[in-house]
Nanobody, 119 residues
Framework: QVQLVESGGGLVQPGRSLRLSCAAA????????MGWYRQAPGKERELVAD???????NYGDSVKGRFTIAKDNPKNTVYLLMNSLKPEDTAVYYC?????????????WGQGTQVTVSS
């Protein structure tokens, strides 16, 4: 069974940067999709950024130009570099992978990491 573990969240002042990491544990044959989503209190979960196995990236409108998603295939890890953070970026951030394992396809979510942007 594949598990995803996020790290790198925390409290940061507006304008500063954070880097989130999402690493997989378990046996993966292939990764088709990696994404970062976030959910703020009282709001629906929304896409932050994603990247396909071909390296094509996509960003939510609110983070374009500030956030960057990148993957390290040998390490089975995906990163989210967040620059120029704003208070409205405060949320729980989740990673989501669509993978193929020995038992078939799986849509896997991490447990989430809290990001709080406040002075």
């Amino acid at each position: 069974q594949v598990q995803l573990v996020e790290s790198g969240g925390g409290l940061v002042q507006p304008g500063r940067s954070l880097r989130l990491s999402c690493a997989a544990a378990g046996s993966i044959f292939s990764i088709n999709y990696m994404g970062w989503y976030r959910q703020a209190p009282g709001k629906e979960r929304e896409l932050v950024a994603d990247i396909t196995n071909d390296g094509i990236t996509n960003y939510g409108d609110s983070v374009k130009g500030r956030f960057t998603i990148a993957k390290d295939n040998p390490k089975n890890t995906v990163y989210l570099l967040m620059n120029s953070l704003k208070p409205e970026d405060t949320a729980v951030y989740y990673c989501n992978w669509r993978v193929r394992t020995a038992t078939g396809r799986a849509d896997v979510w991490g447990q989430g990491t809290q990001v709080t942007v406040s002075s």
